[in-house]
């Protein structure tokens, strides 16, 4: 179908600093204790949109601030079905309110040039994506 799933969240960071403090992103998420990254990945593409991967392929690994912070960021794609995709999903327990928004991949692109996709995981992803399509859809085509 050739498009995104990305997920639209309140982010306080962004109240005085943007046209509205809904970001459009990512599905992210905390590794907790005994998880790994690929655990992460499927937990959270679940919880914050409702819906299951058929593959899972790694993008990469960067250091999101290094000169303040070791924290590592690992980025995956996830290819799921997109049909009927929708709603707003996300833990009560972790007070969260996230709408699932599906873009056409040439809307997707065209949010990364305008610089309306503006948080560092969205343009890394999106760029590698644009980077590497052809490769990445002979893989999960097959």
């Known amino acids: 179908r050739d498009e995104i799933i990305l997920v639209r969240q309140f982010r306080v960071g962004l109240l005085d600093k943007?046209?509205?403090?809904?970001?459009?992103?990512?599905?992210?998420?905390m590794i907790e204790v005994g998880e790994g990254s690929e655990e992460v990945a499927v937990r959270e593409v679940r919880e914050e949109s409702n819906c299951e991967m058929s593959q899972l392929?790694?993008?990469?690994?960067?250091?999101?601030?290094?000169?303040?912070?070791s924290e590592t960021v690992s980025l995956y794609l996830g290819v799921?079905?997109?049909?009927?995709?929708?709603g707003v999903y996300g833990l009560e327990s972790e007070n969260e309110d996230i709408e699932?928004?599906?873009l056409?991949?040439?809307?997707?692109?065209?949010?990364?040039?305008?610089?309306y996709l503006a948080n560092a995981m969205t343009i890394i992803a999106l760029q590698w994506l644009e980077l590497?399509?052809?490769?990445i859809l002979k893989k999960v085509l097959v």
């Open 132 to 135: 590497n399509k052809p490769d």
């Open 80 to 86: 799921v079905a997109s049909e009927n995709m929708g």
């Open 18 to 29: 943007a046209d509205t403090p809904w970001a459009l992103e990512l599905v992210a998420g």
């Open 104 to 115: 056409s991949y040439t809307d997707a692109i065209t949010g990364l040039k305008r610089g």
């Open 100 to 102: 699932v928004v599906v």
């Open 57 to 69: 392929v790694k993008i990469c690994n960067y250091y999101s601030s290094p000169g303040v912070s």
